[in-house]
């Protein structure tokens, strides 16, 4: 069965920083692509960030750019994401997922974000 659990979520002030952490089992996903989506209230869904099973390419919403980073520890089946210069637009659920094949089919619980201006 294929677990993500995300973690390090919480409440921060505007211009802080969050360090989001996710966590698969279940599975190696070391060959798979992973990303990092949001969804703030009465909102869609969103991509955030995404990363390579290598991790030598990333992408980023333009919303996020130069402010997030995401990487991945593939021998600890994690994937991270710093968030910086945090604004109070970035407010809510963060949920990470794996890539399996041209979809992200694998989903997380999600960790909430607020942060307060």
């Not at 991270?80 to 997922?97: H, I």
């Amino acid at each position: 069965q294929v677990q993500l659990v995300e973690s390090g979520g919480g409440l921060v002030q505007a211009g802080g920083s969050l360090r989001l952490s996710c966590a698969a089992s279940g599975r190696t996903f070391s060959s798979s692509g992973m990303g990092w989506f949001r969804q703030a209230p009465g909102k869609e869904r969103e991509f955030v960030a995404g990363i390579t099973w290598s991790g030598g390419r990333t992408s980023y919403a333009d919303s996020v750019k130069g402010r997030f980073t995401i990487s991945r520890d593939n021998a600890k089946n994690t994937v991270y994401l710093q968030m910086n210069s945090l604004k109070s637009e970035d407010t809510a659920v963060y949920y990470c997922a794996v890539r399996s094949g041209t979809t992200y089919a694998y989903w997380g619980q999600g960790t909430q974000v607020t942060v307060s201006s």
